[in-house]
């Protein structure tokens, strides 16, 4: 289905001067894939927020720059983790996420936080959030976005083997995490 999605797409982008409307199916079919791989990059529900608005900023601005090379989804994603990175870098992020950790402690949290934690919150997911970033990564793309080992190579901008390599360490991690949550 993602396939013919994609073909889709590029068949509108081709036809179409309506980027706006483009960008709003672009928003529809792939915001919820944006927006969870930031927060899996983050862990910060209001950072992958602000993270996927600017992907789809960026995408607005730079429709004409999609090379065919990739899958739709493929390059969402790549713009997804380099913009997270760009995020983490920043000064302001660092502070931010200093604050954050001053201001939660002892903090109560609205009943929607709650509802939302509490959905995400199985079991598995947790220990995958667990993992360190680039385990954590590929597993997401692997098994949430349903990335190819080659799209995430593309994504992740390293090698095929690469990608097994940590795919092996983080099922490894994660049987481990498994074991002693036991």
């Given at each position: 289905?993602?396939?013919?999605?994609?073909?889709?797409?590029?068949?509108?982008?081709?036809?179409?001067?309506?980027?706006?409307?483009?960008?709003?199916e672009?928003?529809?079919?792939?915001?919820?894939?944006?927006?969870?791989?930031?927060?899996?990059?983050?862990?910060?529900?209001?950072?992958?927020?602000?993270?996927?608005?600017?992907?789809?900023?960026?995408?607005?601005?730079?429709?004409?720059?999609?090379?065919?090379?990739?899958?739709?989804?493929?390059?969402?994603?790549?713009?997804?983790?380099?913009?997270?990175?760009?995020?983490?870098?920043?000064?302001?992020?660092?502070?931010?996420?200093?604050?954050?950790?001053?201001?939660?402690?002892?903090?109560?949290?609205?009943?929607?936080?709650?509802?939302a934690?509490?959905?995400?919150?199985?079991?598995?997911?947790?220990?995958?959030?667990?993992?360190?970033?680039?385990?954590?990564?590929?597993?997401?793309?692997?098994?949430?976005?349903?990335?190819?080992?080659?799209?995430?190579?593309?994504?992740?901008?390293?090698?095929?083997?690469?990608?097994?390599?940590?795919?092996?360490?983080?099922?490894?991690?994660?049987?481990?995490i498994?074991?002693?949550?036991?």
């Amino acid at each position: 289905m993602d396939s013919q999605r994609n073909f889709d797409f590029l068949k509108y982008m081709v036809e179409t001067d309506d980027t706006k409307g483009l960008l709003n199916e672009l928003m529809t079919a792939y915001g919820k894939d944006v927006w969870n791989y930031a927060y899996s990059i983050t862990r910060k529900w209001d950072l992958a927020d602000d993270i996927t608005q600017e992907v789809f900023i960026k995408v607005f601005r730079n429709m004409h720059a999609f090379r065919r090379d990739a899958s739709v989804k493929t390059w969402l994603l790549t713009i997804t983790r380099n913009t997270a990175i760009d995020y983490q870098r920043s000064a302001f992020f660092r502070k931010v996420t200093l604050s954050d950790v001053v201001e939660d402690y002892g903090e109560r949290h609205s009943v929607e936080h709650d509802v939302a934690d509490s959905e995400a919150v199985n079991e598995i997911w947790k220990m995958v959030l667990e993992l360190p970033k680039k385990y954590r990564e590929v597993i997401i793309l692997y098994a949430h976005n349903q990335l190819s080992l080659k799209e995430i190579a593309q994504v992740l901008d390293v090698t095929e083997g690469t990608v097994k390599s940590r795919m092996f360490h983080a099922r490894q991690k994660l049987t481990k995490i498994k074991e002693a949550n036991s």
